[in-house]
């Protein structure tokens, strides 16, 4: 008897039960499925395993009267794994039809989760672009925290936004939801005549389309095409519809800004929109290149939402920002272009990557502005001191900003002052010369990439050639409010 046929057969049941991407006979694809979440430690269902997406191509067509929206998102991604199927983030809206390299798919619904089966596996190492049809009226998710995101309609309207942090761009598009999984946008709007539809990077076109009714109006819609070069966590993607005031120009250096405000929130707004140029030099100077193509904002109706947001290229803002306060907020967003949009976290407990180092650029800010410096700043913290900062007598001790204790704690102050404490806690350390080019250093290594919080305090003590092992234990991770040194 010969025994090398058992042998055989047992190598090909372990090459299926591993899902090695070649058969023992034939080269046939045995793939696997994707996991339906990335284990995030606060969010474990955000985000798909097996595939990192390279492109979103989004086409949409919203009716704010109505709140209807039609849509095609084709996105392109590369596997992981071999893959008998996978999985996308998608909340509400209904699910039409799923093709995988141009052949129908089959697929289903759980929640939030769509799942799809190619009808042939796919490699890995693959290179595939699956295309879905979805449509219906876009709903808001809400966060552990109890705050409002996804799909938004306008205080006012008509006209809605979509804003996604952390996980709620699933309420408008079909993707991989989760800050690790970075890729290009191309964003495509019709929606009436007469209303504005803004995204994030640059506007490539903005066509009108007679409609039906060619000649009366009736029917005319506007078609606009917008472009992000640069990679784009989804939860930074973000569409806002309706009646805007849009402005252009560009900044000193020569990037374009596209600005829109809602028309009641235009003369309020416009002193600190016009630092709006001088803000992105200086903290180009202060950072490191600007990372983006683009920049500029969106202005909302008072009221829509509860919060500003970072939305890459183009922040979102709540009502007209206004005064020293307004001021340092639209400074607070530029800054996350840096810090959160082009160095991303690698999971959302490294939150205060993004808001500490936001918070101390605004320090930065009224620094170099004739204001407070960053060690007053810092100070005041201490003492609970309002007069120099507002945010003094928050709870910023109340958890380790590199440890907070769950989900609904990554916007408490802990994440933001007591982030920016650790980080004048690094200069008090190491200097002015060696802070500054460990901040420069960062954004530059670290460019249209992800981090994380051991990244950073490894990057920090390389760069800096300091052992900042305390400054970790106490400031970083201490569970114990902090004394100043």
């Given at each position: 008897m010969d025994h090398r046929f058992p042998r055989r057969l047992a190598a090909c049941a372990l090459a299926a039960l591993f899902a090695l991407t070649t058969g023992c006979t034939g080269g046939v694809v045995q793939g696997r499925p994707g996991a339906p979440g990335v284990r995030d430690p606060f969010f474990p269902k955000a985000g798909n395993g097996g595939y990192q997406v390279e492109h979103y191509d989004l086409d949409l067509d919203y009716d704010p009267v109505s709140g209807r929206m039609d849509a095609t998102a084709v996105v392109t991604a590369r596997a992981e794994q071999a893959l008998s199927s996978f999985n996308l983030d998608l909340s509400g809206l209904d699910v039409e039809g799923v093709t995988v390299q141009g052949a129908g798919a089959r697929f289903n619904r759980t929640g939030n989760e769509l799942t799809v089966r190619p009808a042939e596996d796919v490699r890995r190492g693959q290179v595939f672009r699956t295309e879905i049809e979805y449509g219906g009226k876009p709903q808001h998710v809400t966060d552990p925290d109890g705050s409002r995101e996804g799909?938004?309609?306008?205080?006012?309207?008509?006209?809605?936004?979509?804003?996604?942090?952390?996980?709620?761009?699933?309420?408008w598009f079909p993707g991989n939801h989760h800050p690790s999984?970075?890729?290009?946008?191309?964003?495509?709007?019709?929606?009436?005549?007469?209303?504005?539809?803004?995204?994030?990077?640059?506007?490539?076109?903005?066509?009108?389309?007679?409609?039906?009714?060619?000649?009366?109006?009736?029917?005319?819609?506007t078609v606009f095409s917008w472009h992000s070069a640069e990679p784009m966590a989804s939860y930074l993607a973000t569409l806002?519809?309706?009646?805007?005031?849009?402005?252009?120009?560009?900044?000193?250096?020569?990037?374009?800004?596209?600005?829109?405000?809602?028309?009641g929130e235009a003369a309020a707004s416009a002193p600190v929109l016009g630092r709006l140029p001088e803000m992105v030099e200086w903290g180009s100077g202060r950072f490191?290149?600007?990372?983006?193509?683009?920049?500029?904002?969106?202005?909302?109706?008072?009221?829509?939402?509860?919060?500003?947001?970072?939305?890459?290229?183009?922040?979102?803002?709540?009502?007209?920002?206004?005064?020293?306060?307004?001021?340092?907020?639209?400074?607070?967003?530029?800054?996350?272009?840096?810090f959160g949009n082009s160095v991303s976290p690698k999971s959302w407990k490294d939150m205060w990557l993004n808001e500490g180092f936001a918070t101390y650029a605004e320090w930065?800010?009224?620094?170099?502005?004739?204001?407070?410096?960053?060690?007053q700043h810092f100070d005041a913290y201490v003492a609970g001191d309002t007069d120099v900062d507002k945010a003094a007598d928050s709870d910023w001790d109340a958890f380790p900003p590199a440890a907070p204790p769950g989900p609904e704690d990554i916007s408490e102050p802990?994440?933001?002052?007591?982030?920016?404490?650790?980080?004048q806690r690094i200069r008090q350390e190491v200097g002015d010369e060696k802070f500054f080019a460990l901040v420069r250093g960062w954004a530059a290594d670290h460019r249209h990439g992800n981090a994380s919080t051991a990244d950073f305090t490894a990057y920090a003590q390389e760069k800096t050639g300091h052992d900042l092992k305390k400054v970790w234990d106490v400031w970083l991770y201490g569970k114990e409010r902090p004394e100043a040194p």
């Open positions: 799909w938004i309609p306008l205080a006012g309207g008509p006209g809605a936004v979509g804003v996604g942090e952390p996980v709620g761009s699933m309420a999984d970075k890729a290009s946008y191309d964003i495509t709007v019709t929606v009436p005549k007469g209303y504005e539809a803004v995204s994030n990077g640059e506007l490539g076109a903005r066509t009108d389309d007679p409609g039906e009714s060619e000649g009366s109006g009736d029917g005319a819609r806002a519809v309706g009646k805007f005031t849009v402005t252009s120009g560009r900044t000193a250096s020569g990037i374009p800004v596209y600005d829109a405000v809602a028309p490191g290149p600007y990372p983006f193509s683009a920049t500029g904002l969106i202005v909302l109706p008072k009221g829509t939402l509860g919060y500003a947001l970072e939305t890459q290229t183009r922040p979102v803002f709540s009502g007209a920002p206004t005064g020293e306060e307004g001021e340092l907020l639209v400074l607070h967003e530029l800054a996350h272009q840096w930065l800010w009224s620094e170099d502005h004739g204001g407070p410096g960053a060690q802990p994440v933001y002052g007591r982030g920016a404490m650790v980080l």
